[in-house]
């Protein structure tokens, strides 16, 4: 199981709750004491204009995708502001040997419309055209139907599969994964209720013996990134430990 974590929830969360600590090495010195392999990076709005990926070098820490999270807005499928937010995500991706970029279709950037839609697949195949070297991954909270319009815009389209936001929106893991996995580049680990709170593993309505099954069973191989619940400040890295130790129990459970 490669499994690795977001950014900043080994951290207690000064900056905001899922921004790039300012301690940022401290957490990749954690990796290998908790057997992670890696750190999904996130870029905010809030982070946008300071990150520390627009100015360090990063090429040799292990990063597997930047989480675009400043993409959290309905002018998601605007072009300009497009311009401003995801292209320079996708220079520095490309500039630090960074082979991915997230983009959330969540909240303001759902595109549920079908206009909006077309539009945001639209600008998507331009990107995906430019940078041919980058695999665009999409976390969503959409009907799969709608998902896979979007993912035949481009073969260098895959899925961020996000366990808790799937739970929260009420569609079956078994049909969603089924229409999906063959895309399926990074696993996100989050338990949640069905009235969308996230909570520690095994306290919400989040099948994981499902998922762990089904992947394993389509002998899935790619990364696993943990998103649980924050619990005690300052108790990050115990709370990450016995969060891991959970999952993998529960993963190693699952046979083929």
Partial sequence: MNIGIMQGRLSQPREGYQDCPFDWRREFAFLSKLGLSHIEWVVTKKSLNFNPCFHEVLVDYPIHTICADNLVDRRICDSTYMEKNLK???????????????????????????PM?????????????????????????????KLVKIL????N???TYDTGNITSCGFEHYDYLSSTYERVRNVHLKDRTFGAKTVPPLEGDTDFKKVFKFLKQKNYNGIYTIQTAREESGMEYQTIKKHKNILEELYDEQSI
Avoid: H, M, Q
């Avoid at 995500?89 to 079908?114: D, F, H, M, Q, Y």
């Avoid at 331009?126 to 695999?135: A, D, G, Q, R, V």
């Avoid at 035949?152 to 073969?155: G, H, I, K, L, M």
């Fill in 117 to 145: 839609r077309k539009d945001f697949c639209s600008i998507l195949k331009e990107y995906t055209e430019e940078y041919k070297e980058l695999e665009f991954w999409i976390e969503a909270e959409l009907e799969v139907s």
């Fill in 157 to 159: 389209i895959f899925v």
């Fill in 88 to 114: 320079p995500i996708c220079e520095t991706a490309l500039r630090n040997g960074i082979k991915s970029v997230s983009i959330p279709l969540l909240e303001e950037s759902s595109v549920i419309g079908a």
């Fill in 152 to 155: 035949s815009v481009s073969d």
